[in-house]
Nanobody
Framework: QAQVQESGGGLVPVGGSLRLSCRGS????????IDWYRQTPGKQRELVAR???????EYADSVKGRFTISRDGAKNTVYLQMNSLKPEDTAVYLC?????????WGQGTQVTVSS
């Protein structure tokens, strides 16, 4: 069964960096957009970054200039490099993609930025 799996979360001080990884089944990657979302209690899930099959990217205004999404096709992995982290970046980060009519969410990885 196809799936995606996140890793790389943790506890980091304000101004620190983390790199999240999203590894997926081979057929999922490269065909459609791969998105990173984040979720905090009581708030709507927020799209943080997106990478398209051709490699173009887009970011939420709140993370522009600090976060970078990239893809390693050989490893079927999408990365989210997060720099200059702020307390408001604290959230569960989830990877999302789709294939046909099927949607795929990972279980999420917790990022906590301590002030």
């Amino acid at each position: 069964q196809a799936q995606v799996q996140e890793s790389g979360g943790g506890l980091v001080p304000v101004g620190g960096s983390l790199r999240l990884s999203c590894r997926g089944s081979g057929r999922l990657f490269g065909l459609n957009n791969i998105d990173w979302y984040r979720q905090t209690p009581g708030k709507q899930r927020e799209l943080v970054a997106r990478i398209r099959p051709g490699g173009s990217t887009e970011y939420a205004d709140s993370v522009k200039g600090r976060f970078t999404i990239s893809r390693d096709g050989a490893k079927n992995t999408v990365y989210l490099q997060m720099n200059s982290l702020k307390p408001e970046d604290t959230a569960v980060y989830l990877c999302y993609t789709f294939y046909g009519t099927d949607t795929y969410w990972g279980q999420g990885t917790q990022v906590t930025v301590s002030s």
